[in-house]
């Protein structure tokens, strides 16, 4: 299994141009660069991974990222060869996962 950093688009003008602005000790906070809405990434535990995979290295740190639902690492992460809708793994924990998002706020 193929892990990829995650991918967002703006939840309200669909541009994948989306910045993570903040650091995991503080909040998941992104900015979409082209109508500035913020908002921010959630996961939901849907399973587990039994399957074994390599972690990806260290993406940089504006790439879009969430908080494992379960140990709260932000080492959360797609799955490459998914179909949609897309499911995510914990790189910690290896919990499945599914992304959503949540304080959404138009600028
Ligand atoms: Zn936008
Ligand atoms: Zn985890």
């Given at each position: 299994m193929n892990l990829v950093p995650i991918s967002v688009a703006c939840p309200?003008?669909?541009?994948?141009?989306?910045?993570?602005?903040?650091k995991p000790e503080c909040c998941f906070n992104h900015v979409c660069n082209n109508c500035f809405t913020t908002f921010e990434l959630e996961t939901t535990r849907v399973g587990e991974v039994t399957e074994n995979f390599e972690i990806p290295p260290e993406s940089d740190p504006s790439a879009p990222t969430a908080p494992c639902a379960?140990?709260?690492?932000?080492?959360v992460f797609a799955m490459g060869n998914a179909v949609p809708p897309p499911q995510y793994v914990?790189?910690?924990?290896?919990a499945l996962l599914t992304l959503g998002y949540t304080e959404i706020a138009p600028a």
């Amino acid at each position: 299994m193929n892990l990829v950093p995650i991918s967002v688009a703006c939840p309200q003008c669909g541009s994948a141009d989306v910045i993570y602005s903040c650091k995991p000790e503080c909040c998941f906070n992104h900015v979409c660069n082209n109508c500035f809405t913020t908002f921010e990434l959630e996961t939901t535990r849907v399973g587990e991974v039994t399957e074994n995979f390599e972690i990806p290295p260290e993406s940089d740190p504006s790439a879009p990222t969430a908080p494992c639902a379960r140990c709260g690492e932000a080492r959360v992460f797609a799955m490459g060869n998914a179909v949609p809708p897309p499911q995510y793994v914990c790189a910690a924990c290896k919990a499945l996962l599914t992304l959503g998002y949540t304080e959404i706020a138009p600028a």
